[in-house]
Every structure is written in C-alpha cells, then in structure tokens.
C-alpha cells in the first residue's frame, strides 16, 4: 500500500509539473490583458499553412497557443479553405490573429 502511495504521489506532482510547464495552466498571466490582433497574410510562393502557423505563433506574446492549435485558428478564421482541403496558392489572402501582451494595470 505503500508503494502505492507514494507512486500516485510522484504520479501526481508528475502530471502537475507538465501541465504548468507546457502552458496548460499559467499562474501567472491570466490573459486579461492580451491584444487581440488582426492581420491579412498573402501567401507567398513555397508558403505551406505550417510555415503561415510557426510565423504567427512566434508573434504571439499574449497567450499561450500551440501550433495544432494555432493552425486550426487559420481554418476557422478563413472557412472557404475547407472546400479546398487546406490548398494555399500564391496571392490567397487568409485573415490571420494573434495576440500580445497589454499594458499592466
């Protein structure tokens, strides 16, 4: 029983450290202050949704996002590449977001 215990302890402060290190939970910024920001995007030759995901995500200060997570965003704001099973051609313009971090109150 005791071995038990203590392997639901280690299991426990486990799961805790990986939810507070990947962003799962963040004690510290509870995103009230993020900006949301709006922006066209026209992709490029050789642009791939991927690639459009990683640059916005490194533009994202404000909240914590992850790049599943982020791509899916794309989708959502620009619904008609759907139809198109996420095909991006040069001069498509696709309405991106992100946030940043507000001014402290």
């Known amino acids: 029983m005791r071995e038990f215990l203590k392997a639901a302890l280690v299991g426990g ?16 910024d509870d995103g009230k202050n993020a900006i949301l920001v709006e922006e066209t995007y026209v992709v490029k030759p050789g642009d ?3 690639d459009i995901a990683e640059e916005y995500l490194a533009k994202n200060t404000g909240t914590r996002r992850y790049i599943l997570e982020y791509k899916e965003g794309i989708y959502e704001n620009n619904p008609w590449l ?10 498509d313009e696709l309405q991106m977001t992100y946030w940043v971090k507000g001014e402290e109150e």
Do not use: E, Q, Y
């Open 82 to 91: 759907v139809d198109r099973k996420g095909l991006i051609r040069p001069g």
């Open 13 to 28: 402060a486990f799961i805790a450290a990986a939810s507070l290190f990947s962003g799962a939970v963040n004690p510290w």
């Open 48 to 50: 791939t949704l991927w």
